[in-house]
């Protein structure tokens, strides 16, 4: 099994609409969430983290983790085209001197106008 | 702006071949990670180092080694290339510190060993 399992899609959706993006984790040690949002022939980016249960909220962007089921989200309110990209979930491990990330295989969004 | 250089965006190589992936950052981060991306495998991490001559095997090291000489540079390299060995490698680089510390990607060498 994998540490984080997440739906390759693709995702095609239009433009406006809610988009929920989910990942399952088997990885109790994880300490803290990521996503990471990569556009075609680009390396990933870091949109959003968080580290305990709950919501966090960045403008449009909602990450939501819930460590009793091992689930992680992140929605997207009213999507746009330029939202069409790889999101990849990851867990992440504190090891002291470095920190380790586990990424699931990431999902295609496609938003379309 | 945290910069990370992957040295090539195309790279193509033959069996066999021993290969040099290069990657620099401009931010005086302590650790350094190799990762390759296939499809339907998403991100898996090859090695990482958390200091100058420190390196540390990550899920899939086999077929490959590093080398971290000075921190600001970490390679990659394909004792023996195979075609199996044919990705995109994404290096990152992120400071020690907190455990929410953000990685910082390169844009990626897409290598074909033919």
């Known amino acids: 099994q994998k540490e984080v399992e997440q739906d390759p899609g693709p995702l095609s959706v239009p433009e406006g609409a809610i988009v929920s993006l989910n990942c399952t984790y088997s990885?109790?040690?994880?300490?803290?969430f990521m996503w990471y949002r990569q556009y075609s022939r680009k390396g990933p980016e870091l949109l959003m983290y968080?580290?305990?249960?709950g919501n966090k909220e960045d403008g449009r962007f909602t990450a939501q983790v819930d460590k009793s089921s091992k689930y992680i989200s992140l929605f997207i309110r009213d999507s746009q085209p330029s939202d069409s990209a790889t999101y990849l979930c990851?867990?992440?491990?504190?090891?002291?001197?470095?920190?380790?990330?586990?990424f699931g295989t990431g999902t295609l969004l496609a938003v379309q106008p | 702006d945290v910069k990370v250089t992957q040295s090539s965006r195309y790279l193509v190589k033959r069996t066999g071949e021993k290969v040099f992936l290069e990657c620099v950052q401009d931010m005086d981060h302590e650790n350094m990670f190799w990762y390759r991306q296939d499809p339907g495998l998403g991100l898996r991490l090859i090695y990482f180092s958390y200091d100058v001559k420190m390196k540390e095997k990550g899920d899939i090291p086999e077929g490959y080694s590093v080398s971290r000489e000075k921190k600001e540079r970490f390679s990659l390299i394909l004792e023996s290339a195979s075609t199996n060995q044919t990705s995109m490698y994404l290096c990152?680089?992120?400071?020690?510190?907190?455990?929410?510390?953000?990685?910082?990607f390169g844009q990626g060498t897409r290598l074909t060993v033919v």
């Open positions: 990152a680089s992120s400071p020690q510190g907190t455990p929410n510390t953000e990685a910082f």
């Open positions: 968080t580290y305990s249960s």
């Open positions: 990885n109790s040690a994880f300490q803290y």
């Open positions: 990851a867990g992440g491990v504190y090891g002291g001197a470095t920190n380790k990330l586990i």
